[in-house]
């Protein structure tokens, strides 16, 4: 499907609009809920499970160079990385025991 010029600024002012008027919603209304109340809970858990299942979507269904790599590797990686993550509770060292993991399985698969 191909769009013209003014569909296609069309599209990104109503985009812009979407996601600029939930971020100045909660700007505005942050400091008026408690951060330890239910609805506080309830938009952590939304935006902890979103990030969850993006992550989950470039794991099975990567682009690029992650397309050449077999989904067992990935998934050994990410095991890797929490392993780490959990073990020490540092994030650069998780990371870096990640992607130095998918270094190494990359270059011998």
Known sequence: MTYSVSETWFIIAL???A???WRLAGLLL???ISHDSWVMQWVN???HAMVAAV???IMVYPTGAME???LESRLICLAIGLACMLTTRRLGLSLLA???SFAVLASLI
């Open 45 to 47: 858990a939304i935006a």
């Open 15 to 17: 985009a812009a609009l």
């Open 98 to 100: 990640s992607l130095s």
């Open 30 to 32: 942050a400091d008026l």
């Open 68 to 70: 050449t790599t077999t």
């Open 55 to 57: 992550l989950i979507l």
């Open 19 to 21: 996601t600029g008027g």
